[in-house]
């Protein structure tokens, strides 16, 4: 018995640090992927250095595959392990005891139900690399891509907002195709009358396996941003290598960093609260209401529209369309931007979670005299806090780091070339 509750323990100390580690690139601007791709795999980077030869040439598609896959993982990872956490597992173990091979278990109890969020995972990693610009403007070179297009049309050194509107209307022609997949794969959502938490059958050939594979993926995705924990303490990277605080004090010196944390922390909270009860409340109308099938694909659309716009395009666009007005300069049309771009992958979490719910307790509760929205408030909320807590968190945190909704004076396109000997 102590051995077990060992293990477990082990478990949950694996299980925190490859949720810590995995977040790390969600705390960070795109862009700075793009710059920790330098200091580490550069001429002159960290790992360059510590392997004795550059491991590959970071500009151009090696660079930008490396940074979309680094800053797409955590967003993937969320949306499938959240929809995992609602999977019945005694629908495994009798998967097992009717003969099935673990090949057919695998795909009747594990990948079945998971059709539909491993489609919307794939649906959001790909509009989150088709419409980032970071990456591609510090590791981009020569190879363009539309996002770099579209940057340079709405906020380059001759900016032609006409133009840049087109490109912006072009990007979009993909979100059809990803409604249309989501809809038709909506019709084998499997949907349980209770989650049972069962132990499942130990196989230490299967977990010391994945283990490895956790713990490589872990020490992959933190060694490229190991360089950043490095280079504030160095004089001046990659040339003068003697330890210095004298970074740490500029930047703890400016007597405004403290006002800019706070209103940096103010929007994010008020963002993740506010964005958290809109995602939950569509996710409700779409997955446990019986309104009308039209308005449930209208707010699907408007779900996957709004992944597909980058938030260069939508801060641009509220600025233009509330200038004047008094959201102008204020905290609340920040608020709103980050509501609408980042509503997707929020929206999704919750819509996964909730249609994996027994849909007999809105029945129940009528039944027994309650409406609706006691039966919400009351039965609903219990059963999907791991998820709420989730959605929040990542409101918080993307609304922390963005910098592209900031950005509304007319600036020249970041330097494509690596800086310092790089």
Known sequence: ???????????????????AFLCVPMLLPTITYGFAIIY???????????????????????????????????????????????????????????????????????????????????????????????????????YEVIASVLYTEMLGSVPNFGNGAVVALVMLVPSVVSITVLTILER?????????????????????????MSALILIAVFSVFL????????????YRMSFTMEHVRAVFAD??????????????LVTALAGTLVSYGAALVTARSSVNGKLKRVIESIALITNTIPGMVIGLAYLFCFSGTGLQNTFAILIICNMVHFFSTPYLMMKSSLSKMNGSWETTAMLMGDNWVKTIIRVVPPNAVSSLLEVFSYYFVNAMVTVRRGRTRRQKRPGRRESEGN
């Open 255 to 268: 007597s405004t960093l403290f006002g800019v944390y706070i209103n940096s922390v103010i929007v994010a």
């Open 188 to 212: 084998y959502n499997v949907r349980y009358s209770k989650i049972f938490q069962i132990e499942l059958k130990k196989n230490r050939a299967r977990d010391t396996v994945f283990s490895g």
């Open 40 to 142: 580490s795999f550069g001429k002159q980077g960290l790992l360059t250095r510590l392997f004795g030869r550059q491991l590959f040439d970071i500009y151009g598609f090696n660079g930008l595959l490396l940074g979309y896959v680094i800053y797409t993982l955590p967003i993937s990872f969320m949306l499938i392990n959240n929809t995992m956490g609602y999977i019945d597992k005694k629908f495994t173990v009798v998967s097992r005891l009717m003969g099935d091979t673990p090949v057919r278990t695998f795909w009747m109890t594990v990948l079945q139900p998971l059709l539909g969020t491993l489609a919307a995972s794939f649906i959001q990693t790909f509009f989150l690399c088709f419409t980032d610009f970071g990456i591609p403007a510090s590791v981009g070179g020569s």
């Open 1 to 19: 018995m102590r051995k077990n509750r060992e293990i477990k323990v082990i478990f949950v100390i694996l299980t925190v640090f490859f949720f």
């Open 227 to 238: 360089v950043m924990f490095l280079v504030p303490f160095v004089d001046e990277w990659p």
